[in-house]
Each structure stands twice: as C-alpha cells, then as structure tokens.
C-alpha cells in the first residue's frame, strides 16, 4: 500500500497534517527494529472492533518489551477525533505504533524510560465487493515462537511476509499459502485464511506462528450467530487444493475470495459472499 496524499498524524500530543517524520536515527526502533503497529478501518461511516486494535497495539507493545503508554480507552478518543478531519464518505487506514527509544547497557533490551508512539491515518479505499486474489506456495515459512515474536503485530516480521509475498507475484499470482515449521497452512502471506469442504468451514489452528486476527475472531463469531460453526483444524496443502471454497481474511478488505490455488480453480461460493454481507451488517449494526 502506497502513501495516500491524504494523511494525518498523531505525534507529541497533537494532530498534523501529512506524512511527518516521527523517529530519530538514534532511536531504538530505528536501528534495532523494536516496532509494533496495529491496523484497524474506518469506511462507511464506521470504524469496526476499534477498540479490539487499540488494545493489541498495547498487548504487542508488551510480548517486544515496549513500554505501551497510552490506555486503549484514550487511543480510542485520539483516533476518533482525527477522523473528523476526513471528508464523509471516505476510507482511511488506522494505524497506531509504538517503537522503542532507548536501549539497555547492551543496546539491544528496549528501556521502559520513554517510548515512541504516535497514530497514522491514511486515505485509504476500501476494496471492491468484486475483487479476487491467486495463491501459489512459497519457500518461506512461518517462525514459532522461540524464534520470532509471533505473539505480536512486529514490524520486524513482516520481511519475511515480503519475501513470501515477491515469490508469490513472481510466479504471476497474488498472495502466497504459507506453512508453519511443520508443514501445515498457517496463513496467507498478508491475511489469514478460512476453507470450506463439503459445507463445512474451516481455519488453521491459531498454534501460536501466526498471528490470529481480530477479523477472523470476527467472521467466526458471525457466522457462529448464524447457526454456522467454523472448525479450527490442522490443514495441509492438500487440504486447499481439495476445497471448495478458499478466501482470506483480514482487516485491510475484510473479505478477498481466493479463485485459484496454482492450478486448482475455485468459484467464488455462497459462503463466501455469506461472509462479507455478515460482516457488513454486523459493522453497521452498532453492536
């Protein structure tokens, strides 16, 4: 995702207007990668499970050894009031971060002294009902926990997402069907990923090498309202080449149908077009 022309910025206690620099050459988070982030949206006139990202932009603070510093109630406020400043109508792109500043005697450790934070909201639109991705394999796989922070939304992870992502688009397709250590799916290389076989739904096991979304909880708990119960599974490779249906979850587009897994073909399905008109409703349900 590229800068949009239309950006507004939290930093020191006030709002600006554009991209403005906010971190320092010395800063932790600079040379050592001590970067956590959250992404949450605001189109239509609303900002679904906002609080939800808030507060895990404080819980990943916490699994890098950051100091999280602003309450998720007050991280809230701040975000609501920056978008009154987008034109009715628009989208935009809610990301608030936390980085380190100091580092220990060793300069690795990040210090509780002080901490970087501020919130990026960027014009952003949504994706249309109608768009579509591919997914190929890719040698990359995703790290575990004694290797990796994985129980956060690290800015020091997604290299790795980007390596998958430029294997995927070299081969001519959109986005890459990732594998944990052992073998099994875990995710797609940008957003998590549900199949349907023979009616029933299905999503890797949140095993702890990837990051269980707050979207997918949501599609979950929708579809659990509805009578539809989603199975958390070991799935293989094999798996997505026998389903059905395939489609990606996360908060960026909420919903994006997968219609081809190298050369397996899918038709975009009735469930998966369930899914989207689920989560509509709930975001604009006020609930």
């Given at each position: 995702m590229s800068i949009s022309d239309n950006?507004?910025?939290?930093?020191?206690?006030?709002?600006?207007?554009?991209?403005?620099?906010?971190?320092?050459?010395?800063?932790?988070?600079?040379?050592?990668?001590?970067?956590?982030?959250?992404?949450?949206?605001?189109?239509?006139?609303?900002?679904?499970?906002?609080?939800?990202?808030?507060?895990?932009?404080?819980?990943?603070?916490?699994?890098?050894?950051i100091r999280p510093t602003v309450s998720t109630e007050a991280m809230v406020e701040i975000v609501r009031e920056g978008l009154k400043m987008f034109a009715p109508g628009s989208a935009a792109y809610i990301r608030p971060m936390y980085w380190g500043i100091h580092g220990d005697v060793t300069a690795i450790i990040p210090q509780a002294s002080e901490t970087g934070f501020a919130i990026?909201?960027?014009?952003?639109?949504?994706?249309?009902?109608?768009?579509?991705?591919?997914?190929?394999t890719t040698r990359f796989r995703r790290p575990t926990l004694d290797s990796a922070v994985v129980n956060a939304k690290a800015g020091c992870l997604y290299p790795n997402n980007a390596r998958m992502l430029a294997e995927a688009n070299a081969k001519g397709f959109g986005n890459a069907l990732v594998t944990d250590v052992m073998g099994n799916v875990a995710e797609a290389a940008t957003a998590n990923v549900f199949m349907v076989r023979d009616g029933e739904i299905l999503t890797p096991i949140a095993n702890g090498t990837f990051l269980a979304g707050i979207t997918r909880a949501r599609h979950m708990a929708n579809l659990a309202g509805e009578g539809m119960d989603v199975r958390e599974a070991v799935l293989t490779l094999d798996d997505f080449r026998n389903a059905d249906e395939v489609f990606l979850s996360g908060n960026y587009s909420k919903v994006t149908p997968v219609v081809a897994f190298d050369d397996r073909q899918y038709q975009v399905g009735p469930i998966t077009r369930k899914v989207r008109e689920l989560y509509w409703d709930w975001a604009h349900s006020g609930k």
């Open positions: 950006v507004k910025t939290y930093f020191n206690g006030t709002w600006h207007d554009g991209n403005i620099p906010v971190m320092r050459a010395a800063d932790h988070g600079s040379w050592l990668g001590s970067t956590v982030f959250d992404g949450a949206r605001w189109f239509e006139g609303v900002s679904p499970d906002l609080e939800a990202h808030c507060a895990r932009v404080n819980r990943s603070a916490e699994a890098l050894m990026c909201l960027e014009e952003a639109p949504m994706a249309s009902p109608d768009r579509t991705t591919t997914l190929t």
